[in-house]
């Protein structure tokens, strides 16, 4: 029968903790990295083995980034993973959503569609259902806030002006800015989402807002009714 080593038993170099310890976490491999989240592993298999699991997510997402696709669910029917092992990964990925959002949120210009696509490109590709963003601006273009107005399935979610109208009227926002994700990764909008952005856009003026865009997060790339001359 195969012996699997448990962290102790390993060489102290080998132990992912004393090698970051010692070297730098750059020193350390994606599933060591991640072994040092998880801790332990099981009677029968290291820490860092569980982890190669994990990153070998059934499907076409693997590596690191298969953390983005996990839920807490189906990390769990993982063996190894417990609740709190699944709870600690999920949070791995949001931080790592967060940081990126932080560090783009620096070099970001809203009047650049390009810019607020890849601010909130991260946040937003890996979603598996629709989400529309409503993203907020002061008479100096500045941002105020934004706000999830609407989670749907696969292929749709639906975008109700009022909703939108109430929410900018709130924060007394003068301009609006919409951002949702196709999960398929393709950005190209529906004849749908066309018609209801300009019905938005007509709404919006009457109360003195300005829709500037609307935004479509594909995987890596993004469509804006904007810059394609569907918003003027």
Known sequence: MEHYFTVKELPESERPYEKCERFGPGMLSDAELLAVIIRSGTKKERAVDLAVRVLN?????????????????????????????????????ELAKRMHAAEDETKLSFHSPESIAQAYMERMR????????????????????DEVIS????NM?????????????????????????HPSGVPMPSDADISVTLKLAKACEIVGIELRDHIVIGDNCYFSMMEKGILE
């Open 57 to 93: 997510r059934p499907g076409a997402k693997k590596g690191l980034s298969a953390l983005y696709y996990y839920s807490r669910q189906e990390l769990q029917k993982i063996k190894g993973i417990g609740k709190v092992k699944a709870i600690q990964l999920c949070c791995v990925a």
């Open 126 to 145: 890996h979603c598996r259902t629709e989400e529309i963003v409503l993203l907020m601006l002061d008479t100096k273009g500045r941002k105020i806030a």
């Open 151 to 154: 989670k749907g399935t696969v």
């Open 157 to 181: 979610a639906v975008l109700e002006p009022r909703e939108v109208l109430c929410t900018a009227l709130r924060y007394e926002a003068v301009f609006l800015i919409l951002l949702h994700n």
